[in-house]
């Protein structure tokens, strides 16, 4: 009797075992296809060529972004929306018929909220190719927060971008956008040459505000703060 009630047991807890694990199958195969119609959706919305379905498009990745469940069909889709009419261009008898600059803006923007190389190179790409400010200073201010700087192609990046800007068309809020980007990155740099250049070049130019100048010199202080206390320890070192 007791071996009877033991095997019965035995059974109800297999059973409840087997149906939480179909429930927990059941419910990751329909994560997985919630999953792939969104990357569907997205990238259709992305691809269309109304405006506003791009702005939705922006909407639906905005919160999967938020929520951390980024897929790459979905990093495609900002890639594409970060160049739309830049890097991927629409034509009607030779007229340029995608260029949207706040939606690239807006790409560039939640590309900061993906610290990946994949998103670095695509904001990269964009501070080069794009020549509308919002679009370059959100590029920018970007790459800055994300933080990446392998060999010192962001900084370089950056210092070339804020050159072609200071003849073409200065702003204060891009050059600001510079000098906070620098400030962040600037312990990562392995060459400041063109930093300091660039910097030089903000602080020195009466076409920007003052403050945005002011803060141009307080950054070159800290970047030749910052090049003696490591040259010091480096002579302590040898020394030892």
Known sequence: MKT??????????????LNTFAQSKESTVESEYLSSVEDVVI????NSDERDN???????LEAAVNDGRTTPDM???????????????????GRLTNNYPDIRARSCDLLAKIPTEESKNTLVKIALADNEPMVVTAAIRSLGEIGLNDGDDVIDT??????????INPTSSMALEVLIAYEKLVDKVENKSAMIQAVGQIATNFNYVTPVRTRAYELLKKIRSSDSS???????????
């Open 230 to 240: 490591s040259n010091s320890s480096s002579q302590k070192d040898n020394a030892k």
């Open 4 to 17: 009877l009630k033991k095997i019965a047991g035995m059974l109800c807890v297999a059973l409840i075992a």
């Open 158 to 167: 950056i210092a070339w971008v804020s050159k072609k800007n200071s003849y």
């Open 75 to 93: 990093m495609a889709a900002l890639d594409s929306l970060a160049g739309e009419g830049i890097t991927n261009q629409a034509r009607t008898n």
């Open 43 to 46: 990238t259709e919305l992305a």
């Open 54 to 60: 791009k702005l939705v498009a922006l909407q639906y």
